[in-house]
């Protein structure tokens, strides 16, 4: 028995993303009485898959093999699969990104193994096995029971916590033979933007919505973001618009966040534009409307117009940057 | 070349869901239902293809898995431009069993190309476009913000953190697409809506498969504790907040 994390690794290195899969999973082993076994594919150094055993991998599967590097679902679920197999593995822990939500359905049909996506904490009961997660975008909760002897889980990013326990992992390098015929996956071209702080890594996120009234007042709300080391966001008529990047769209139709804070700048809070933010741990609200719908979801607002507040926010935030 | 979409009927994105039956039921009661809305682009997508004659697309057709009251969110997927539709005549118990039924629905009529959305409004599972792909056997892309089709072989864009990657791969495969797929959902026309009436919906019985989950319990979000508000005149005491109370900057 043992509980096994797939991780990814970007340009050879971990995230922390993935401490926090290696974090829920070593919990979730504790809980069966059993340990949890990381398993990295691709190009990265024994000091960096040493950092998994820091927050409790017992055994890190690291495996080179130039056919792995495009992710081709079918040669990737299979060979996790294999693993699973081979390690009598009971759950298997994915991220809910997309590299999980390609891989974990597969295994659930070739493993026959009851899937829950999105889980957002350690199962509720282990026995029945009983997740929880959210549904219908937000506005609800539900218990899932996942009736399968293996189980496979994808695990909300940033609603885990990092746990330390200095485990020394052993890291078995292991060698898999894929045939080169097998990879139907072909890449042509990447493009690849580097050196921003990505929208779902981010832990603060500054989001303008259609009261921002024009693209040129974006200036302050970039500027605030920068300070703060956060990332920038809209709605989506703002990139409908062309105001801001596709990439920067959060909601139900574009990206799910789950920052430790959002700031909400002249966004209305429509239910589609909530389902993507709801699980930000703090929200700041700012609009002129005293009655928009934000400022039910908010922890905080302003009721003001974003133009006039900004600057002074900005201010605020230099003068505390600044001590 | 054929392609099927597989589409979900889930409450219209604005309801106030509700539970029945100790918590263990949606309350359907005044709910109006939809094509899920990433299923709708996945649809607008299939068709944008079709109408260009030199992509070589003969038909587009949707499949469900659900009750005969889920008709009429397949009428309107057929109104909307498919050709024709298939619905497994089952509740649908989980990902696990729907992507099983459209499988089999699959395996007696091949298709070339399967569109999934990344994931209905209701469970959030991201499930039953992955799954279906290894029932059949065959390769899946998920991520996908774009399908083209250059000289009969499939352009593909998968979005990864930070970018995209272009790359194609042969047919059959099961696409799940998301953001960007399509711009706007196409809309039925008058003239889609009578057509649509005449089109055929072939039914046909689930086969014998367990689901592997089941709901045992819904729950309504906490409310909010109460926003705190700030004076406009003095954001910098939303800063202080945000230092000493929330201790979160
Ligand atoms: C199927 C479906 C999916 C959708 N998916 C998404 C999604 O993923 N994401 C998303 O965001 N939307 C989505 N929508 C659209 C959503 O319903 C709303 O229309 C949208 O979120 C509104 O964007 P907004 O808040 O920027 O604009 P508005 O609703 O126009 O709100 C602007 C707000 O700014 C305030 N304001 C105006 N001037 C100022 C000022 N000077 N200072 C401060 N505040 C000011 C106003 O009071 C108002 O509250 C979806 C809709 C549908 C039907």
């Known amino acids: 028995m043992s509980v096994l994390v797939f991780t990814e690794n970007w340009d050879g290195k971990f995230k922390k993303l993935s401490f926090e899969l290696i974090s829920y999973a070593t919990k979730l082993a504790e809980m069966l009485n059993t340990k949890s076994i990381a398993l990295s594919i691709g190009e990265v150094e024994k000091s960096e898959l040493e950092k998994l055993g820091k927050y409790g991998a017992h055994k890190i599967i690291s495996i080179i093999n130039k056919n792995l590097d495009i992710l081709d679902n079918q040669v990737y679920s299979q060979l996790i699969a294999d693993i699973a197999q081979k390690e009598e593995v009971t759950v298997i822990v994915l991220a809910n990104n997309n590299v999980g939500k390609a891989l974990a359905p597969r295994l659930s049909v070739r493993l026959k193994a009851g899937l829950g996506a999105g889980v957002t904490k350690l199962p509720v009961n282990i026995d029945p096995f009983v997740v929880y997660k959210k549904v219908y975008s937000g506005n609800a909760f539900a218990e899932v029971r996942i009736k399968s002897e293996i189980k496979i889980l994808t695990i909300a990013q940033n609603s885990f916590d990092l746990i330390e326990t200095y485990n020394h992992a052993e890291i078995v390098n292991t060698e898999v033979f894929v045939a080169d015929g097998q990879v139907k996956t072909q890449m042509l071209e990447v493009q690849k933007q580097t050196g921003k702080i990505l929208l779902t890594d981010a832990e603060i996120v500054v989001s303008g919505g259609r009261g921002m009234k024009t693209p040129d007042n974006w200036g302050p709300l970039i500027e605030m973001a920068s300070l703060l080391g956060a990332a920038t966001a809209c709605s989506r008529p703002v990139s409908d618009e062309g105001w801001r990047p596709h990439e920067e769209h959060t909601g139900q139709t574009g990206k799910i966040i789950s920052p430790n804070l959002y700031f909400a700048i002249g966004i209305s809070g429509a239910t589609q534009h909530l389902a993507g933010v709801s699980s930000s741990k703090v ?16 922890n905080y607002g302003i009721v003001g117009d974003a133009i006039k507040v900004l600057p002074k926010l900005v201010d605020a935030i230099k003068e505390l940057k600044g001590k | 070349m054929k392609i099927l979409v597989c589409i979900s009927n889930v409450p219209d994105t604005t309801t106030k869901v509700k539970f029945i039956d100790n918590s263990r039921t949606l309350d359907t009661v005044g709910v109006q239902w939809v094509i899920n809305p990433w299923d709708e682009l996945a649809l607008t997508r299939a068709l944008e293809l079709k109408d260009d004659p030199a992509n070589g697309i003969q038909q587009v057709a949707v499949a469900h898995v659900g009750l005969v009251s889920a008709e009429p969110t397949i009428r309107k997927a057929l109104a909307i431009g498919a050709d024709e539709a298939f619905r ?12 099983a039924q459209l499988s089999e629905v699959i395996k007696t009529n091949p298709f070339d190309i399967i569109l999934c959305g990344i994931e209905s409004s209701d ?53 799940i697409v998301q ?61 202080e907040l945000l230092q000493n109370e929330a201790k979160i900057i």
Do not use: W
């Open chain 1, 283 to 298: 929200i700041v609200a700012i609009n002129t409307d005293k009655d928009a719908p934000i400022f039910e979801a908010a």
């Open chain 2, 88 to 99: 497994v005549n089952s509740y649908a118990k989980d990902a696990f069993f729907v992507a």
């Open chain 2, 123 to 175: 469970y959030n599972g991201s499930s039953v476009g992955g799954m279906l792909s290894e029932f059949l056997g065959i390769n899946s892309v998920s991520a996908v913000s774009s399908i083209k089709i250059e000289n009969g072989k499939s352009l593909i864009h998968r979005e990864i953190d930070g970018g995209k990657e272009i790359l194609t791969i042969p047919s059959p495969y099961v696409a």
């Open chain 2, 179 to 239: 953001k960007g797929i399509a711009k706007e959902p196409r809309i039925a026309a008058m003239r889609g809506i009578m057509m649509a009436r005449t089109k055929p919906i072939k039914v046909s019985e689930p086969v014998d498969i367990d689901s592997l989950t089941e709901v045992i319990h819904f729950e309504l979000p906490k409310p909010r504790t109460a926003c705190k508000f700030v004076d406009p005149e003095n954001p910098k005491q939303l800063i």
